[in-house]
């Protein structure tokens, strides 16, 4: 059964880059049935989805985002990764990654999250 | 982007009463091409991640109960727990995936009275 689950630093300082990685288990990342995608979800709201990565390198990010934000996938060590440049206390929120399906552009499954609080 | 708006904002049902969401969006998830609206229910239970329960605006998730049901088509869509278990007790999220970027709703969160 397919497990992701992200890590790094749960506190970045403003104006600094917050770097996560996601690590699956129980599956391979090279799949041409699924993409690989980063969502956060801050404190009591909804979730907001971020950027995707194909297992071929092909990426797609949410345009609210896009200048700040680069999602890459490291098929040798079955992981994916996220940069956030520029970080303010608005990013503060638990970062999720997760599988999303070609077809029903669905998340599932979802990692267990990283809260990253940006504070000085 | 398409907005999506739940309501309630939370709701407190006793235990085998109905419990109704509904999620409004701001323009049609209906493609004309496949009759299939782009619409997804997830579940998030405190301190876990969100769990998909309904895609496709009506079909269960492997795994998922019957009490559980998705309706609705074009912007308006209702999710219902038939009868409301203590385990049920979540926040509910819908998530369109009909246009990029994908986005969901604010949530609801469904209690026990």
């Known amino acids: 059964q397919l497990q992701l689950q992200e890590s790094g630093p749960g506190l970045v300082k403003p104006s600094e880059t917050l770097s996560l990685i996601c690590s699956l288990s129980g599956g391979s990342i090279i799949s041409s049935t699924y993409y690989w995608d980063w969502i956060r979800q801050p404190p009591g709201k909804g979730p907001e989805w971020i950027a995707s990565?194909?297992?071929?390198?092909?990426?797609y990010y949410n345009p609210s985002l896009k200048s700040r934000v680069t999602i890459f996938i490291d098929t040798s060590n079955n992981q994916f990764s996220l940069k956030l440049t520029s970080v303010t206390a608005a990013d503060t929120a638990v970062y999720y990654c997760a599988r999303r399906s070609q077809g029903a552009r669905i998340f599932d499954p979802w990692g267990q999250g990283i809260l990253v609080t940006v504070s000085s | 982007d398409i907005v999506l708006t739940q309501s309630p904002d939370s709701l407190a049902v006793s235990l085998g009463e109905r419990a109704t969401i509904t999620c409004k969006s701001s323009?049609?998830?209906?493609?004309?091409?496949?009759?299939?609206?782009?619409l997804a229910w997830y579940q998030q239970r405190p301190g876990q991640p969100p769990k998909l329960l309904i895609y496709w605006a009506s079909i269960r998730e492997s795994g998922v109960p019957d009490r559980f049901s998705g309706s609705g088509s074009r912007t308006y869509f209702t999710l219902t727990i038939s009868s409301l278990q203590a385990e049920d007790v979540a926040v509910y999220f819908c998530?369109?995936?009909?246009?990029?970027?994908?986005?969901f709703g604010g949530g609801t969160k469904v209690e026990i009275k």
């Open positions: 990565v194909y297992y071929s390198g092909s990426t």
């Open positions: 323009q049609t998830v209906l493609y004309s091409s496949n009759n299939k609206n782009y």
């Open positions: 998530q369109q995936y009909y246009t990029t970027p994908p986005t």
